[in-house]
């Protein structure tokens, strides 16, 4: 096959008509005289991506994002991987299709010793998915501390990885100094948690590559502005299915131009730099490379008309030329429903002094406040007018444990919010103003067998059968569901743009400040747990 355009060459960073001829992969390119009306582009390729987190299982997220001219993912499945093991890996490779998914070991299930997930992947399993599962690398190590302080479980599969002569991706928000050369000289070799300049120009000095990330929740493509593009890659890390319907890497490069990042540049963040560092045969046009092809209009808006991978058109003019059966996998949920006696918090005292997480909008990371609160026949109350609200973790994997906090920054005014999804053990969380609506939204969720519920006078729910993370629904589907819940959460009072995705994110213990488990309160900075009445 033929195709000629205005090719953008990664390698000299020069723009010049073509005629590129391919089959499966790239025979030969050679320029022409005349310029062309579009733009040939490598695939696309986002870097950093948890495909659970679209609430898509793989299949399904391929036919969303590869008519946006996604051609490729590196993908660390430690979503699944908490909730179901090697068994969850596995499922994720057979169900996806057409577009190339490369995954990689994930390097923290469980992400910390402070929680509890529904599956353990050591030294030893990682080293079985190298040999059998053919996974590229490992996947980011959230345990940033352990591995600071050397603990033997991570350092272990470090070593396996760099045995094996595979990259290791990082997860270091906010680590700079001393710590920092720390966990760069074990060999961790990217970083996508960065959200501010200086930090993230303090780990390209060290060698990191720096993934900029732009997701439904936290956006720091703006702040991030003035690096060596050529040390950087564009990702999304966690988009939610509403925003994978909009676009995908495409729209990524739109707002990098918009930016005033050269097009080119962008580019070169989505398709070579990610491709040479990860040594794949893509992210290029060059003969004896992979024919994963993009053709776009221009290079500001990317709209893009036509995706090739491996030489095969896949998606034309907005529309994925091929069909998908999702491949089925067994209910995850074990755990027994709730009643409103279960979230109490007891103190004996007309107030009392409590520590509260407040959510920070559009970022991952928390502060820690205080509130004072009324107390009612013994038990805390949540004071709405406060904006001060309470946030539970209920384990769902058998062991009937039950984490209590208080939040701010969601505006409820009643009812209350759920959901299986709750990086990265899933266990399900819930933000309520009353035990009584906690236990109405936690039940829900249990009776659909995963899923994200708003819960008031009504119950708005969206299931999500596939290890509560995912669905077997097209993205326009689940998208709309999805916007459903969240417009009832707005109706309860919620003030957030993306509320189930900033929840999700505050059982997470490696970020910080304060965070909340199945076990209890956690501050992330002192890396323990802490006390939730002062």
Same mark, same amino acid.
């Given at each position: 096959m033929k195709l000629k355009g205005d090719l953008v060459d990664v390698f000299t960073e020069d723009i010049y008509p073509v005629e590129v001829e391919f089959k499966r992969e790239i025979v030969s390119v050679q320029k022409i005289s005349e310029e062309q009306p579009s733009y040939i582009l490598p695939g696309f390729i986002d870097s950093h991506i948890h495909i659970e987190s679209s609430m898509l299982c793989p299949c399904r997220f391929a036919e969303a994002v590869v008519p946006h001219g996604t051609t490729c993912t590196v993908s660390d499945p430690h979503e699944i991987g908490n909730v179901m093991g090697i068994e969850g890996i596995e499922y994720m490779i057979r169900d996806t299709c057409v577009l190339k998914v490369y995954y990689t070991a994930p390097s923290c299930v469980p992400a910390t010793a402070y929680e509890t997930s529904g599956a353990v992947i050591d030294a030893e399993d990682i080293e079985n998915l190298f040999n059998h599962c053919d996974l590229i690398g490992l996947g980011e190590v959230m345990n940033f501390p352990g591995v600071i302080a050397g603990d033997d479980g991570i350092m272990k599969k470090i070593a396996l990885t760099r045995k094996y002569g595979k990259p290791i991706d990082g997860h270091a928000p906010g680590l700079t100094g001393v710590d920092l050369r720390t966990y760069v000289e074990k060999g961790i070799s990217t970083d996508h948690e960065c959200t501010a300049l200086e930090e993230a120009k303090e780990k390209q000095q060290l060698g990191m590559k720096i993934m900029i990330r732009e997701g439904s929740a936290s956006k720091n493509m703006k702040d991030l502005l003035g690096l060596n593009y050529n040390n950087c890659f564009l990702v999304s890390d966690d988009l939610h299915p509403e925003d994978i319907k909009k676009g995908h890497v495409d729209v990524l490069l739109q707002k990098a131009v918009s930016y005033g990042i050269d097009p080119v540049k962008a580019v070169k963040m989505v398709t070579l730099n990610p491709a040479e560092h990860y040594n794949l045969n893509n992210g290029a046009i060059a003969p004896g490379m992979a024919a994963d092809i993009v053709v776009v209009d221009d290079l500001e808006t990317f709209d893009v008309r036509k995706v090739f991978i491996n030489g095969v058109l896949r998606a034309a003019d907005g529309k994925a030329l091929f069909s998908v059966n999702p491949t089925q996998v067994k209910n995850t949920i074990s755990v027994n429903c709730t009643s409103p006696s279960d979230f109490a918090v007891n +103190? /004996?005292? /007309? $107030? !009392?002094?409590?520590?509260?997480?407040?959510? @920070?909008?559009?970022?991952? +990371? $928390?502060?820690? /406040?205080?509130? &004072?609160?009324? &107390?009612?026949?013994? !038990? !805390?109350?949540?004071?709405?007018?406060? /904006? @001060?609200?309470?946030?539970? @973790?209920?384990? *769902? +994997?058998?062991?009937? *444990?039950i984490g209590i906090a208080f939040v701010k920054g969601f505006g409820l005014k009643e009812g209350a919010l759920a959901s299986s999804v709750a990086h990265d053990s899933h266990n399900i969380i819930c933000v309520g103003s009353s035990d009584r609506g906690i236990a109405d939204a936690v039940n829900t969720v249990i009776n659909i067998q995963g899923g994200i519920a708003a819960c008031g006078k009504e119950k708005v729910f969206l299931k999500l059968p596939v290890a509560g993370l995912m669905s077997y629904e097209p993205v326009g589907t689940v998208a709309e569901k999805h916007e459903k819940v969240q417009a009832y959460a707005r109706k309860l009072g919620c003030v957030l743009q993306n509320p189930f995705m900033q929840l999700s994110f505050l059982a997470l213990l490696v970020i910080p400040e304060l965070k909340l488990s199945d076990k209890g309160l956690f501050d992330v900075q002192k890396f323990a747990f802490v006390d939730v009445v002062i």
């Open positions: +103190y /004996d005292e /007309d $107030t !009392v002094k409590v520590r509260v997480i407040t959510v @920070v909008e559009g970022q991952l +990371y $928390t502060k820690a /406040d205080e509130a &004072c609160l009324p &107390c009612e026949n013994g !038990v !805390v109350l949540p004071d709405v007018e406060q /904006d @001060v609200l309470k946030l539970t @973790v209920v384990e *769902r +994997y058998g062991h009937s *444990r």
